[in-house]
Nanobody, 129 residues
Framework: VQLQASGGGLVQPGDSLRLSCGAS????????IGWFRQTPGKEREGIAC????????YYEDSVKGRFTISRDDAKNTAFLQMNSLKPEDTGVYFC???????????????????????WGRGTLVTVSS
């Protein structure tokens, strides 16, 4: 599967953005999806992940309550709705997919430990006044 993240940009604190992760080459409904963030001076971290059926979702503490991950398998696209953005949310955002087969893992494990096979190009989010 090929992934393309989009929707980043320059916004002010408190604003919202919706990132999209479009997939091609394979049906996204067979994949776990995760959004990972690379911020200056920090390692890339998983901030929001969702299982194939969407029945398990994980959010990193700093985004919990502000970000929402979702998937629209009919459109072969995943989303990250980001509200109440803060300057510390600035970074490059990547989406990543993996079939995680034949065993299943939790969304938390996918975000924190698993190494997804497929990655899209990142999209830059800058939050600044």
């Amino acid at each position: 599967v090929q992934l393309q993240a989009s929707g980043g940009g320059l916004v002010q604190p408190g604003d919202s953005l919706r990132l999209s992760c479009g997939a091609s080459g394979s049906s996204l409904d067979d994949y776990y999806i995760g959004w990972f963030r690379q911020t200056p001076g920090k390692e890339r971290e998983g901030i929001a992940c969702i299982t194939k059926k969407g029945d398990n979702i994980y959010y990193e503490d700093s985004v919990k309550g502000r970000f929402t991950i979702s998937r629209d398998d009919a459109k072969n696209t995943a989303f990250l709705q980001m509200n109440s953005l803060k300057p510390e949310d600035t970074g490059v955002y990547f989406c990543a997919a993996d079939r995680v087969w034949p065993v299943s893992v939790s969304a938390y494990y996918y975000c924190s430990t698993y190494s997804p096979e497929f990655w899209g190009r990142g999209t830059l989010v800058t939050v600044s006044s």
